[in-house]
């Protein structure tokens, strides 16, 4: 069963103007859907090809690197578009607001911390809040790696994560990684956010 490109859960222009419309037309229907595309080519006629994505990303110290590659990229793409939301962004509350302040000391420390995961990956990749061992922790990782795979540095479940690769700001912010990673705050659905951490900490 092939996979699909999922709809964007909002208008391409809903994020403006922290993502510009361009950017995530771009994002979402060239880069997204050509992660996908290489995906099915990749698992087509392999053993690889009936499995689940998140199959696929969990060993991706055993596949291909076009399995690996292209399939870290549809997972994690899936993931970020539902991390964000017009009208969104602020301080998160609950439970994952405690988890916050219980590992960091602060909701301004743990952005700190997350913008720096960022700016810090060298060249094209991510930077996640995961849940590991109970506990919550910020983490990088490179190209479409994700901390799902086997081959992650720092293994655990994301509940938020955010894509710094060029493509992801560069018609809005050029060279100024930092101020996209600053503006990707007032973006930040925390109610999804809610949701993976009730599914990672249950
Ligand atoms: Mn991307």
Do not use: C
Request: hydrophobic share 40%.
């Amino acid at each position: 069963m092939a996979f699909t490109l999922p709809a964007l859960p909002y208008a391409h222009e809903a994020l403006e103007p922290y993502i510009d419309s361009m950017t995530m037309q771009i994002h979402h229907g060239k880069h997204h859907q050509a992660y996908v595309d290489n995906l099915n080519k990749a698992i087509a006629g392999t053993a690889n090809e009936n499995k689940s994505l998140e199959e696929l990303v969990k060993h991706a110290g055993s596949i291909s690197p076009a399995v690996r590659n292209n399939g870290g990229g549809h997972w994690n793409h899936s993931f970020f578009w539902e991390i964000l939301a017009p009208k969104a962004g602020g301080a998160p509350s609950g439970s994952v607001a405690d988890a916050i302040n219980a590992a960091f000391g602060s909701f301004d420390t743990l952005k700190e911390k997350l913008n720096a995961a960022g700016v810090g990956r060298f060249g094209s990749g991510w930077a996640w809040l995961i849940v590991k061992d109970g506990k919550l922790e910020v983490s990088s990782t490179p190209n479409q790696d994700n901390p799902l795979m086997d081959i992650a540095e720092v293994k655990g479940s994301p509940i938020l994560g955010v894509d710094v690769w060029e493509h992801a700001y560069y018609l809005k912010y050029q060279n100024r990684r930092a101020d996209y990673l600053g503006a990707f705050w007032n973006l930040v659905n925390w109610k999804k956010v809610a949701e993976h951490f009730a599914n990672a900490t249950k």
